[in-house]
């Protein structure tokens, strides 16, 4: 079986202001990586647009409602302080939500081991009712959730590695048996979630890392905690967050990453897919705002991820 990505022209038509870092060629740079020739062997595949029943696992009517309803062809729409709308960004938002509940049902018919979804905007900030931090819909969970209702994947497990905590992601967790969630995240740090005491009817595990952490921190951070949790967990199904800002040249924040973490950390969360979930799993993008580091990360992640 072979790893595939799924992607697709529409996310590349959900344009930010000018001078916004969540832009159009994050994933330019992200596709140009991945068309190098060691990526042949990737099956690449057209996202599929999510449906409202899809959406409405996370998304109450009112916020699918604002979000579908935008006015075409008016630029710059602000659903907050810095989530914007574009003529295109519907669309784009549908693909990307879309491409998580593609993925899963690739992997349930066994045509691929595992998913990498290269698509934009991202979406672990997303809450049930609103927009928030660049987010529009929350694709993660959305897939979540997806492989629980559909196919019954009860123990469903989401690793988040952004720089940023995944509110969203962790407010489903907060109110779902079966859904276990584990962040390592920059604190402090927007948006001010993802303390350590925090609980819920899934399992949360948070694990904050102050300003200044390299790999060593980031990957013990892993072996101590999220790793022996999730094998404790022993999940049905496996998605990452893979938010690439931790990297030590992203403007946005102040961890201290290289891209060998990211192949280090795929491997080990692959590692455990592969023990307990029959190998199940999919990977979404989210954040990552120096072009150049998200490049050479995004390639270490899908590489191990196809080694895998």
């Known amino acids: 079986m072979s790893t595939?990505?799924?992607?697709?022209?529409?996310?590349?038509?959900?344009?930010?202001?000018?001078g916004h870092?969540?832009?159009?060629?994050r994933l330019s740079v992200v596709l140009s990586a991945l068309s190098q020739p060691e990526f042949n062997k990737l099956d690449k595949i057209e996202a599929d647009l999510a449906t409202i029943e899809q959406l409405k696992l996370i998304h109450d009517e009112e916020h699918i409602r604002n979000v579908m309803g935008a006015e075409p062809g008016v630029d710059n729409f602000m659903l907050d302080n810095d989530t914007y709308m574009s003529s295109g960004s519907s669309q784009a938002a549908l693909r990307a939500a879309g491409s998580l509940c593609q993925a899963v049902d690739l992997v349930m018919a066994g045509s691929h081991k595992n998913v990498f979804c290269a698509v934009r905007p991202p979406g672990h900030h997303a809450e049930p009712t609103h927009a928030m931090g660049f987010c529009i819909f929350n694709s993660i969970a959305i897939g979540a959730l997806y492989a629980r209702t559909k196919y019954f994947q009860h123990r469903v497990a989401i690793i988040d590695f952004d720089v940023h905590h995944g509110n969203g992601t962790q407010t489903i967790a907060e109110?779902?048996?079966?859904?276990?969630?584990?962040?390592?995240?920059?604190?402090?740090?927007?948006?001010?979630?993802?303390?350590?005491?925090?609980?819920?009817?899934?399992?949360?595990?948070?694990?904050?890392?102050?300003?200044?952490s390299g790999g060593n921190v980031f990957r013990q951070a892993y072996e101590k905690r999220i790793l022996p949790e999730l094998?404790?967990?022993?999940?049905?199904?496996?998605?990452?967050?893979?938010?690439?800002?931790?990297?030590?040249?992203d403007p946005l924040a102040d961890l201290n990453l290289?891209?060998?973490?990211?192949?280090?950390?795929?491997?080990?969360?692959?590692?455990?897919?592969?023990?307990?979930?029959n190998g199940r799993l999919v990977s979404a993008l989210e954040g990552g705002y120096n072009l150049s580091a998200l490049s050479e990360s995004v390639k270490e992640h899908v590489s191990a991820l196809m080694n895998e």
């Open 4 to 18: 595939a990505l799924i992607t697709h022209k529409d996310c590349l038509n959900h344009v930010s202001p000018p």
């Open 21 to 25: 870092p969540e832009c159009v060629e």
């Open 175 to 212: 109110k779902t048996n079966g859904l276990f969630y584990a962040s390592t995240h920059q604190s402090p740090l927007y948006p001010g979630t993802g303390h350590v005491q925090d609980i819920g009817k899934g399992v949360i595990v948070n694990v904050p890392l102050a300003a200044g």
């Open 231 to 249: 094998e404790e967990f022993n999940p049905d199904f496996i998605f990452i967050s893979a938010g690439f800002d931790a990297h030590s040249m």
């Open 258 to 277: 290289d891209k060998d973490d990211y192949y280090w950390v795929t491997e080990q969360i692959a590692k455990i897919a592969n023990k307990c979930s």
